[in-house]
């Protein structure tokens, strides 16, 4: 993730301290030194709705999973590696009858819960609930305005039911943002998507770029253009400072395509040089993508890779072995590779002049695109001029 208002406006929140702190830098096994990485838990593939882009491929139907105990087990070993947060996600992670209990045993443990929902299924009662689990953070997808997100989503009514679900944790005080996958039939309403943050009073937003995998893997071609990308964080740049500027607090991220950070550099040496260097400082010590490193993943059934898009690489199952072994054995080829990247990147990654600042985008893009784990990202969009190619 990349903070846009942290990069722009030097606010403070809690994933910044594991993003852009001094202890991050070189970091290869977790996201600071003495921690684990944030672990994304696909702890269901079962959802209540079936959207285009899915990269867990979710839908209706029940799939083998993780028994309660077995989770439990794995929550018990997350915390002896010093994970610093789990991220339940699915699926639809409330379509998990015992999702409220690991979320309360994740607690006792020590670890921060976080949770990425369609928020459908967020009624009072349950945001109630996720507020008395000391739940850190809820975050809602939405691809749009009511039309293009219950397409997108494969239900009418799925906006009506996120919003709602929104203002259910909202009322009791429980911390909601809005998750907004960027793609070709949606990049035009960011303005709108702004408003609605605004007119609702949601403190948080994260602008997701689309990345080639699960369902979505077959969307190459619904992808924005390069032209449309600059247009994007342009505008998220501009709404970021607009926000700040009038004094309304809000944490603004951009997610999956770290060619972002850089061009909020590149644009701030034109405007602030002081301030670029203070940016790029923040960026060094992040090192830029840390799949396999900072972020991974474990599904339904146990299996770990390296991040939550990466699903065509199982570096190891935590039914087999504990999760802290899997993750610091480098003698599987991609995990071994994602540590030490850079020798190994190929085409304009590789001879760009900001790859300390980004180490190479997103693999599962290049995979997708050229059949090739270590290519170039097909998804940069900055010019040749601009990386110093």
Not at 48 to 75: P, R, T, W
Not at 178 to 202: A, G, P
């Amino acid at each position: 993730m990349i903070s846009i208002s942290k990069l722009l406006c030097d606010t403070e929140n809690y994933g910044d301290s594991l993003r852009y702190a001094p202890e991050s830098h070189g970091q290869r096994d977790g996201a600071v030194s003495g921690r684990g990485p944030v672990v994304v838990w696909n702890c269901t593939r079962t959802c209540n709705l079936k959207c285009i882009h899915c990269y867990s491929a979710s839908d209706h139907k029940v799939y083998d999973q993780m028994s309660h105990e077995q989770a439990k087990g794995f929550i018990d070993d997350l915390a002896e590696f010093r994970v610093p947060v789990i991220l339940f996600s699915g699926g639809e992670p409330l379509m998990r009858p015992d999702c409220l209990e690991l979320i309360a045993y994740a607690r006792e443990k020590g670890l921060r819960t976080t949770l990425s929902t369609n928020g459908t299924l967020i009624n009072e009662e349950k945001a109630r609930a996720l507020k008395d689990l000391g739940v850190g953070y809820v975050g809602i997808s939405l691809d749009g305005l009511e039309d293009v997100n219950d397409r997108f989503r494969g239900q009418k009514g799925a906006f009506a039911k996120a919003l709602q679900g929104i203002r259910n944790c909202l009322a009791v005080d429980q911390k909601v943002g809005l998750r907004f996958t960027i793609n070709r039939h949606n990049h035009k309403f960011l303005n709108d998507i702004f408003d609605l943050v605004e007119r609702e009073n949601i403190p948080r937003v994260c602008f997701y770029h689309l990345v080639y995998s699960g369902r979505g893997s077959t969307m190459v071609e619904e992808d924005i253009s390069r032209e449309e990308s600059r247009e994007a964080i342009e505008l998220i740049m501009e709404r970021t400072l607009d926000y700040h500027r009038r004094g309304l607090n809000k944490e603004i991220l951009t997610v999956d395509n770290h060619a972002d950070a850089i061009y909020v550099y590149l644009k701030l040496k034109e405007t602030d040089p002081q301030r670029a260097e203070y940016v790029r400082s923040l960026l060094l010590r992040n090192g830029g993508n840390r799949s396999g490193i900072a972020i991974g993943q474990v599904d339904w059934q146990g299996n770990v890779h390296p991040d939550q898009f990466t699903g065509g690489h199982c570096l190891g199952n935590v039914l087999e072995r504990k999760f802290g072994d899997i993750w610091s054995d480098t003698s599987h080829e991609i995990m071994g590779g994602l540590k030490d990247r850079k020798a190994l990147l190929k085409g304009r990654c590789a001879a760009c002049a900001h790859l300390d600042m980004c180490n190479g985008n997103f693999r599962t893009r290049a995979e997708a695109v050229y059949d090739d784990f270590w290519a170039q990202d097909p998804a940069c969009y900055l010019s040749d001029e601009e990386i110093e190619v």
